[in-house]
């Protein structure tokens, strides 16, 4: 099985995500539009090409939305960081200190497909700027 590293980050501070099978750091969003940026680790011992993040909205609590970037990253094998991919994450309505769990499933043009699930936590602090 390969390994596919990701690194996020929120407001340029970088959280590791560890190996496929690790469980993800929370992050705390708060209401309205907060921008993610995942980086690409190709911890694997293969080039990857175009590399892209599917989100199932249908996972999600109401109050959730979820939104992908068209961005799509190539890597050669071991590459840190080799490119970003962005998520758009809305919170409507969120109940204060509400959890969720996105689905994340990063597939390449070579058919490869590995999955994550990024925790997330309501703030009360106001939204994340770009």
């Known amino acids: 099985m390969m390994r596919m590293g990701l690194l996020y980050m929120l407001v340029m501070i970088a959280y590791p995500i560890a190996a496929l099978t690790a469980e993800l750091p929370r992050i705390s969003l708060s ?14 011992g293969a080039d990857l ?34 490119g970003k991919l962005t998520l758009s994450i809305t919170l409507t ?4 200190d509400a959890e ?3 689905p994340l499933t990063f597939r390449d043009a070579g058919g490869g497909s ?4 990024l925790p997330l936590r309501v703030s009360e602090a106001k939204p994340v700027s770009d």
């Open 49 to 82: 090409s175009a590399v892209n993040v599917f989100v199932d909205d249908s996972a999600l609590p109401f109050w959730l939305t979820v939104r992908s970037g068209d961005d799509v990253v190539s890597s050669p094998a071991g590459e840190l960081e080799a």
């Open 93 to 96: 309505g969120a109940p204060p």
């Open 100 to 102: 969720a769990a996105i």
């Open 31 to 44: 209401e309205g539009e907060n921008r993610i940026v995942l980086a690409l680790d190709n911890r694997t």
């Open 114 to 117: 590995w999955s994550h699930t």
